[in-house]
T-cell receptor, first 117, second 109 residues
């Protein structure tokens, strides 16, 4: 069981370049989300999805696009990279636990360290 | 949106000491989770604890939902406990969590 898989782990871009961060989960979770973490700060929500074909903006969506064509995949696209987008990006998946008592609800990938020069 | 405040922002301990980390949140929540971010940046789940008390070895957590706070207790701290501890809350089950800014814990040998 791989959990949440993010690629690449590291990326360096020049200002104005575009790229896609990949995220896949194999737990059949309904919800997926993207966060960014800047130095000394907590994670901030970029975009999230409550199911295939449904996405919505989080706290810091500008400069990013997402789509959710399948339950498993939730790619994050940087349209025209800017130095302000230098950050560590985390993808997460989660589910509705209902009345179940569980030990973990939000599952994270290992992160992508992105530098924009 | 919901606000999450964690305290203290930084904590330095000698190995073997105990500590309490606090997470306050501004509105009612359905979900609350504590994470440890290790020095390699990996986020490790500690507890899913929207209410009540849980224990796992030297760590325990308590959430008092009606008073909008959660506490993480670390007993007999070890150097491997060093890192950043985050509290994340969610108002509804929609995969949309809000994080605090974390508590940076340094345990010295």
């Amino acid at each position: 069981n791989a959990g949440v898989t993010q690629t690449p782990k590291f990326q360096v871009l020049k200002t104005g370049q575009s790229m896609t961060l990949q995220c896949a989960q194999d737990m059949n979770h309904e919800y997926m989300s993207w966060y960014r973490q800047d130095p000394g700060m907590g994670l901030r929500l970029i975009h999230y999805s409550v199911g295939a074909g449904i996405t919505d903006q989080g706290e810091v969506p500008n400069g990013y696009n997402v789509s959710r064509s399948t339950t498993e995949d939730f790619p994050l696209r940087l349209l025209s990279a800017a130095p302000s987008q230098t950050s560590v990006y985390f993808c997460a998946s989660s589910y509705d636990p209902g009345d179940r008592v569980n030990t973990e609800k939000l599952f994270f990938g290992s992160g992508t360290q992105l530098s924009v020069l | 949106g919901i606000q999450v405040e964690q305290s203290p922002p930084d904590l330095i301990l000698q190995e073997g000491a105990n500590s309490t980390l606090r997470c306050n949140f501004s509105d009612s929540v359905n979900n609350l989770q504590w994470f440890h971010q290790n020095p390699w940046g990996q986020l490790i789940n500690l507890f899913y604890i929207p209410s009540g008390t849980k224990q796992n070895g030297r760590l325990s957590a308590t959430t008092v939902a009606t008073e909008r706070y959660s506490l993480l207790y670390i007993s007999s701290s070890q150097t491997t406990d060093s890192g950043v501890y985050f509290c994340a809350v969610e108002r509804a089950n929609a995969g949309k969590s809000t994080f605090g800014d974390g508590t940076t814990l340094t345990v010295k040998p």
